[in-house]
């Protein structure tokens, strides 16, 4: 049985005054609240956590159960004037590789026009920003190998359905359209589960940021190396194969003039961890998916993982073409290439372009 319950009121409420201050969107046109929700998972992973695929392409020997109650952190924000786009429509956003909620709003007053979240609300849009499994606030398993895409993508599955089924907060009524919205290892998590739920996904639309196809095992590498021996005072404690990186420059535009370097700084100062299996597991999307929803996908032309020097975001229409052979039904499907943005089209100096793109898509694949 897959269940949901919010904390007691006590402990949300505790959490969210604690955090208030930090958790702020853009102004005052946005209301935000910390909650902590517990979210039940029986799912099938693999017991090979370098196993390419993820488990998509395995027999019943190759897999393992998994049947564990997580605690999922994250930041929701909701318009403070509610109207039906408001209060029917639900983006749930996910972070990719070490980082975390904080991705799409972050913490600090310097840097509050990069908050997509802020941005949402002006527009008169609800999220959901979580923190994966693993990741953050939300529960860490002992072992890095239980944190796999099939894990995550479970727990947003669920959280997705859990968002139109029940209240998640004591005045907010469930949401008739729930919109997947990842950036890099978080698209591929929504990838995985749109292969994995195909139609019967709880995903009325995906934008998946930052992510290409990658051919299995052929990810630019970037450096990782174990969190517990990158930073031991915060880490130490850790499995080793909970990993994170050690120079994060890749995921913004090679031009230096393109970015704040001091967003350079304080990314690298909140960093996170994130599994190997997220990174070794990515080739999973080179399969296709039945999903039936519509799909969008968003990358920087500059872009140091999947276009720099790769030639592949010069012709759009061509990219179109190649990305859309593995979403066959899907009920819409279109790439955009912002240009001049980084991997993290978030967190450099054209994010506006980015942000205007999200927000249009929600607003056509919900019909407001
Ligand atoms: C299941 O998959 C594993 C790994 O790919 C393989 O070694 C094994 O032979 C397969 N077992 C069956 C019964 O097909
Ligand atoms: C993690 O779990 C896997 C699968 O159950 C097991 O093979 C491995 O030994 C565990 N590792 C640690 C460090 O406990
Ligand atoms: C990070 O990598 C970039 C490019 O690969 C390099 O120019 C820069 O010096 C590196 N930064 C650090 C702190 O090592
Ligand atoms: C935030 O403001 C700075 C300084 O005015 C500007 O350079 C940057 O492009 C803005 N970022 C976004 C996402 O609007």
New binding site residues.
Partial sequence: MLTFLTRTTVFALSVLFHLSNIYVASGASCGCSSLVIPVHVDVLIPKDPADPFGGLK??A??LRRLDVTYDVFGVFCQPEIVSPKSTDVIQLLAHGFTYTNQYWSLPTEEFRNYSYTGFACDRGLSTLAIDWVGVGLSSRPVNASDVQYATNAAVVSQLARHLKATSILPVVKPFKKVIGIGHSGGSVLLNFGAIAEGPKSPFDGLILTGELIIEPGALNPFPTISARDDTPLRWGGLDPDYVTTSNRSVFYPPDPASFSPRMLIFDDFTKDVGSVSTFLQAGLNSLTTHYTGHVAKVVGSEDQLFCVGTGRCNDVTALTAAERVLWPEARSFEVVVAQRSGHDLNLDFFAKGPFNTFVDFVEHFTGF
Wanted: net charge neutral.
């Fill in positions: 395995s027999n020997s190759s």
